[in-house]
C-alpha cells in the first residue's frame, strides 16, 4: 500500500500546515476538476483534514487538471518497478480506482480507495481486493481472472525479485487458492467464499499482503 501513498505525497512532506483555509480553497480553484469539499471528504473517509490536504497537494502535483487517466498511472507506477513491466498489473488496479468506468481518476475516487487499503477494516480490505481481481465485475472470480491478476503482479516484480521464477509458478499458486476459495467447486468464487477462505486461512492472508505491499 506505501506505493500507492508514496506515489502522489512524496513530494508533499514539507507541506506548511499553517496555511489557512482561504489559502486551500484557492489551491483547488486552479485544476480543471475541484474536488468535493475537505470535510465531505473526511466523512467519507478515515483521514483527518490534514491528512487530506497533504494528500490532495501531492496528488494536484503529480496530476495538474485535478484527474488522472490511465496512461499517466502506468508512468507513475513503473517507476517503482524498473525491473519488471508494471503496466499489467497497473491497468489493473486503475480500473479498481476508477469506480465510475469512465476512464479516469478522481481525486475523491484515489482518497477513498486509499482509505479503505489504508485504514478500513479486514473485510473491507478484502471486499476491495475482491473487487480487483473481479476484472470483468460480474460478481464472481474465475480462475482466469486470478491467474491474470497474479501473472502481472509476478511481472512487475521482475527477474531482479524472482530469479528462479517459472512460468508455472502464477498458475499452481492460483490452483491452490481456488482449492480453497471455491467451496462448491462450481468453478468460481464468490466474494462472500473469498472472504471466508483468506478469514480461515492464515497461510493465504499472508499470501494475500504481497498485494498490499504492491499497494
Known amino acids: 500500500?506505501?506505493?500507492?501513498?508514496?506515489?502522489?505525497?512524496?513530494?508533499?512532506?514539507?507541506?506548511?500546515?499553517?496555511?489557512?483555509?482561504?489559502?486551500?480553497?484557492?489551491e483547488m480553484t486552479m485544476v480543471c476538476h475541484r474536488p468535493e469539499g475537505l470535510e465531505q471528504l473526511e466523512a467519507q473517509t478515515n483521514f483527518n483534514k490534514r491528512e487530506l490536504q497533504v494528500l490532495y497537494r501531492g496528488?494536484?502535483?503529480e496530476?495538474?487538471?485535478?484527474?488522472v487517466n490511465e496512461e499517466t498511472f502506468k508512468q507513475i507506477y513503473a517507476q517503482f518497478f524498473p525491473h519488471g513491466d508494471a503496466s499489467t498489473y497497473a491497468h489493473y488496479l486503475f480500473n479498481a480506482f476508477d469506480t465510475?468506468?469512465?476512464?479516469?481518476?478522481?481525486?475523491?475516487?484515489?482518497?477513498?480507495?486509499?482509505?479503505t487499503l489504508l485504514r478500513g477494516s479486514v473485510t473491507e480490505k478484502?471486499?476491495?481486493?475482491?473487487?480487483?481481481?473481479?476484472?470483468?465485475?460480474?460478481?464472481?472470480?474465475?480462475?482466469?481472472?486470478?491467474?491474470?491478476?497474479?501473472s502481472a503482479i509476478y511481472d512487475m516484480m521482475?527477474?531482479?525479485?524472482?530469479?528462479?521464477?517459472?512460468?508455472?509458478?502464477?498458475?499452481?499458486?492460483?490452483?491452490a487458492f481456488f482449492q480453497k476459495m471455491d467451496k462448491n467447486k462450481d468453478g468460481v468464487v464468490?466474494?462472500?467464499?473469498?472472504?471466508?477462505?483468506?478469514q480461515e486461512d492464515d497461510t493465504?492472508?499472508?499470501?494475500?499482503?504481497?498485494f498490499e505491499n504492491v499497494m
Open 1 to 26: 500500500m506505501g506505493i500507492v501513498m508514496g506515489t502522489f505525497s512524496m513530494q508533499t512532506k514539507q507541506v506548511n500546515y499553517r496555511k489557512d483555509k482561504i489559502d486551500d480553497e484557492l
Open 59 to 61: 496528488f494536484k502535483n
Open 63 to 67: 496530476c495538474p487538471s485535478g484527474v
Open 100 to 115: 465510475a468506468h469512465n476512464g479516469s481518476i478522481k481525486f475523491e475516487d484515489f482518497v477513498m480507495g486509499l482509505s
Open 126 to 150: 478484502l471486499q476491495w481486493t475482491f473487487n480487483l481481481y473481479d476484472i470483468n465485475k460480474d460478481g464472481y472470480i474465475s480462475k482466469e481472472e486470478m491467474t491474470q491478476i497474479v
Open 158 to 175: 521482475g527477474k531482479y525479485t524472482y530469479p528462479a521464477l517459472k512460468g508455472d509458478v502464477p498458475r499452481q499458486h492460483v490452483d
Open 190 to 198: 464468490t466474494m462472500e467464499e473469498f472472504i471466508l477462505a483468506c
Open 204 to 210: 493465504m492472508m499472508r499470501s494475500l499482503q504481497l
